[in-house]
Protein backbone atom coordinates (compact mmCIF):
# COMPACT_ATOMS: atom_id res chain seq x y z
CA UNK A 1 0.00 0.00 0.00
CA UNK A 2 2.79 2.25 1.00
CA UNK A 3 4.83 1.77 -2.62
CA UNK A 4 1.28 2.60 -4.57
CA UNK A 5 0.90 5.40 -2.83
CA UNK A 6 4.31 6.70 -3.07
CA UNK A 7 4.05 5.68 -7.11
CA UNK A 8 0.70 7.99 -7.14
CA UNK A 9 2.19 10.48 -5.54
CA UNK A 10 -0.92 10.40 -2.50
CA UNK A 11 0.64 11.91 0.97
CA UNK A 12 -1.66 10.49 3.56
CA UNK A 13 0.37 8.99 5.49
CA UNK A 14 0.88 5.66 7.08
CA UNK A 15 -1.88 3.13 6.66
CA UNK A 16 -4.18 3.51 9.90
CA UNK A 17 -4.72 0.46 12.80
CA UNK A 18 -7.98 0.24 13.94
CA UNK A 19 -8.75 2.02 16.91
CA UNK A 20 -7.13 5.19 15.70
CA UNK A 21 -10.51 7.16 14.93
CA UNK A 22 -11.40 9.61 17.56
CA UNK A 23 -14.04 8.31 20.06
CA UNK A 24 -16.93 10.81 18.70
CA UNK A 25 -16.34 9.01 15.15
CA UNK A 26 -16.83 5.54 16.86
CA UNK A 27 -20.50 6.86 17.85
CA UNK A 28 -22.63 3.39 16.79
CA UNK A 29 -26.70 2.47 16.00
CA UNK A 30 -28.92 -0.15 15.15
CA UNK A 31 -30.81 -0.21 11.76
CA UNK A 32 -33.32 -2.63 11.07
CA UNK A 33 -34.83 -2.94 7.28
CA UNK A 34 -38.30 -4.09 8.49
CA UNK A 35 -40.14 -7.00 6.63
CA UNK A 36 -42.09 -4.93 4.89
CA UNK A 37 -39.22 -3.02 3.38
CA UNK A 38 -37.47 -6.96 2.81
CA UNK A 39 -40.55 -7.99 1.05
CA UNK A 40 -40.82 -5.03 -1.44
CA UNK A 41 -37.38 -5.44 -2.36
CA UNK A 42 -36.03 -2.31 -0.24
CA UNK A 43 -32.68 -3.79 1.21
CA UNK A 44 -30.54 -1.67 -1.10
CA UNK A 45 -32.08 1.48 -1.21
CA UNK A 46 -31.52 1.87 2.46
CA UNK A 47 -28.36 0.63 2.51
CA UNK A 48 -27.30 2.96 -0.33
CA UNK A 49 -28.46 6.03 1.62
CA UNK A 50 -26.22 5.33 4.74
CA UNK A 51 -23.51 4.40 2.65
CA UNK A 52 -23.71 7.45 0.44
CA UNK A 53 -23.83 9.79 3.44
CA UNK A 54 -20.87 8.33 4.72
CA UNK A 55 -20.88 6.36 7.51
CA UNK A 56 -19.27 2.67 8.09
CA UNK A 57 -21.39 -0.36 7.94
CA UNK A 58 -20.14 -2.92 10.91
CA UNK A 59 -22.06 -5.31 11.36
CA UNK A 60 -25.03 -6.87 9.28
CA UNK A 61 -27.09 -9.93 9.04
CA UNK A 62 -30.55 -11.19 7.55
CA UNK A 63 -32.54 -13.05 10.47
CA UNK A 64 -36.49 -13.97 11.66
CA UNK A 65 -37.50 -12.24 14.41
CA UNK A 66 -39.01 -14.04 17.43
CA UNK A 67 -41.29 -12.45 19.80
CA UNK A 68 -38.41 -13.26 22.59
CA UNK A 69 -36.23 -10.59 20.78
CA UNK A 70 -38.62 -8.11 20.04
CA UNK A 71 -40.12 -8.03 23.71
CA UNK A 72 -36.61 -7.20 24.84
CA UNK A 73 -36.42 -4.47 21.31
CA UNK A 74 -39.74 -3.49 22.44
CA UNK A 75 -39.99 -3.42 25.86
CA UNK A 76 -41.26 0.09 25.88
CA UNK A 77 -44.25 -0.34 23.95
CA UNK A 78 -45.22 -3.74 25.31
CA UNK A 79 -48.70 -2.08 27.02
CA UNK A 80 -49.33 -0.08 23.24
CA UNK A 81 -52.64 -0.96 21.87
CA UNK A 82 -50.62 -1.50 18.94
CA UNK A 83 -48.43 -3.94 19.89
CA UNK A 84 -50.22 -7.14 19.02
CA UNK A 85 -50.35 -6.01 15.53
CA UNK A 86 -46.85 -4.55 15.79
CA UNK A 87 -45.00 -7.99 16.89
CA UNK A 88 -47.04 -9.70 14.06
CA UNK A 89 -45.97 -7.44 11.50
CA UNK A 90 -42.40 -7.63 12.90
CA UNK A 91 -42.72 -11.30 12.92
CA UNK A 92 -44.24 -11.80 9.45
CA UNK A 93 -41.12 -12.42 7.50
CA UNK A 94 -37.10 -12.05 7.53
CA UNK A 95 -35.31 -8.39 8.50
CA UNK A 96 -31.87 -7.09 7.99
CA UNK A 97 -30.22 -5.70 11.11
CA UNK A 98 -27.60 -3.38 10.73
CA UNK A 99 -24.91 -1.27 12.90
CA UNK A 100 -23.39 1.76 11.35
CA UNK A 101 -20.98 4.12 12.67
CA UNK A 102 -19.59 7.61 12.26
CA UNK A 103 -20.08 11.21 13.65
CA UNK A 104 -23.22 11.63 14.62
CA UNK A 105 -24.62 8.44 14.02
CA UNK A 106 -27.57 8.07 16.24
CA UNK A 107 -29.20 12.04 15.49
CA UNK A 108 -27.98 11.75 11.93
CA UNK A 109 -29.65 8.16 11.02
CA UNK A 110 -32.85 9.58 13.08
CA UNK A 111 -33.18 12.48 10.52
CA UNK A 112 -32.63 10.50 7.75
CA UNK A 113 -35.13 7.85 8.63
CA UNK A 114 -37.88 10.52 9.25
CA UNK A 115 -41.34 10.42 11.26
CA UNK A 116 -42.40 7.30 12.73
CA UNK A 117 -46.31 8.60 11.42
CA UNK A 118 -44.95 7.72 7.60
CA UNK A 119 -47.77 9.97 6.71
CA UNK A 120 -45.69 12.94 8.65
CA UNK A 121 -42.01 12.08 7.65
CA UNK A 122 -40.56 14.62 5.15
CA UNK A 123 -39.97 13.97 1.72
CA UNK A 124 -36.40 13.17 1.15
CA UNK A 125 -36.55 10.83 4.02
CA UNK A 126 -36.53 7.20 4.30
CA UNK A 127 -40.09 7.13 5.75
CA UNK A 128 -41.14 10.07 3.49
CA UNK A 129 -40.25 8.28 0.45
CA UNK A 130 -40.88 4.91 0.80
CA UNK A 131 -43.74 4.19 3.55
CA UNK A 132 -47.56 5.28 3.22
CA UNK A 133 -48.69 4.63 7.12
CA UNK A 134 -46.95 4.11 10.71
CA UNK A 135 -47.79 0.36 10.79
CA UNK A 136 -45.48 -0.38 7.94
CA UNK A 137 -42.79 2.36 7.92
CA UNK A 138 -39.63 0.44 6.41
CA UNK A 139 -37.05 0.92 9.06
CA UNK A 140 -35.77 1.42 12.61
CA UNK A 141 -33.26 3.12 13.69
CA UNK A 142 -32.34 3.64 17.57
CA UNK A 143 -33.07 7.05 19.06
CA UNK A 144 -30.03 7.83 21.49
CA UNK A 145 -26.72 6.48 21.74
CA UNK A 146 -28.00 4.85 25.05
CA UNK A 147 -30.25 2.91 23.20
CA UNK A 148 -28.21 2.21 20.87
CA UNK A 149 -25.77 0.47 23.10
CA UNK A 150 -28.53 -1.82 24.54
CA UNK A 151 -30.56 -2.43 21.11
CA UNK A 152 -27.02 -3.48 19.55
CA UNK A 153 -26.31 -5.91 22.21
CA UNK A 154 -29.90 -7.59 21.66
CA UNK A 155 -29.76 -7.89 17.80
CA UNK A 156 -25.71 -8.85 17.37
CA UNK A 157 -22.87 -11.18 19.91
CA UNK A 158 -19.95 -8.98 20.33
CA UNK A 159 -18.01 -10.89 17.94
CA UNK A 160 -20.47 -9.91 14.79
CA UNK A 161 -19.06 -6.45 14.95
CA UNK A 162 -16.44 -6.03 12.58
CA UNK A 163 -13.36 -3.68 13.54
CA UNK A 164 -12.43 -1.85 10.30
CA UNK A 165 -10.75 1.50 9.27
CA UNK A 166 -12.36 3.25 6.71
CA UNK A 167 -9.21 4.29 3.83
CA UNK A 168 -11.94 7.41 3.22
CA UNK A 169 -11.90 9.09 6.43
CA UNK A 170 -9.81 12.13 5.79
CA UNK A 171 -12.24 12.96 2.34
CA UNK A 172 -15.37 12.39 4.76
CA UNK A 173 -14.31 13.95 7.80
CA UNK A 174 -11.72 16.94 6.75
P1 LIG B 1 -39.81 4.87 15.98
O1 LIG B 1 -39.75 3.56 15.24
O2 LIG B 1 -39.91 6.03 15.02
O3 LIG B 1 -38.69 5.03 16.99
P2 LIG B 1 -41.70 4.25 18.16
O4 LIG B 1 -40.58 3.78 19.00
O5 LIG B 1 -42.68 5.21 18.75
O6 LIG B 1 -41.19 4.92 16.79
O7 LIG B 1 -42.55 3.01 17.64
C1 LIG B 1 -41.90 1.83 17.26
C2 LIG B 1 -42.62 1.24 16.09
O8 LIG B 1 -43.94 0.84 16.48
C3 LIG B 1 -42.86 2.19 14.92
O9 LIG B 1 -41.74 2.34 14.09
C4 LIG B 1 -44.01 1.51 14.21
O10 LIG B 1 -43.54 0.38 13.45
C5 LIG B 1 -44.82 0.98 15.38
N1 LIG B 1 -45.89 1.92 15.74
C6 LIG B 1 -45.78 3.06 16.47
N2 LIG B 1 -46.98 3.66 16.61
C7 LIG B 1 -47.87 2.87 15.95
C8 LIG B 1 -49.27 2.92 15.73
N3 LIG B 1 -50.00 3.93 16.21
N4 LIG B 1 -49.84 1.94 15.01
C9 LIG B 1 -49.14 0.91 14.54
N5 LIG B 1 -47.80 0.78 14.71
C10 LIG B 1 -47.18 1.75 15.40
Not at 111 to 138: E, K, L, W, Y
Amino acid sequence: RGLLRGQLGLSLGPPRCYGSAPPELREQTLVLVKPDAVQRRLVGDVIRRFERRGFKLVAMKLLQADRGLLDKHYQQLRQKPFYPALLSYMTSGPLVAMVWEGYNVVRSTRAMVGDTNSAQAAAGTIRGDFSMHVSRNVVHASDSVETALREIGFWFQRDELVAWESSDRDYTYG
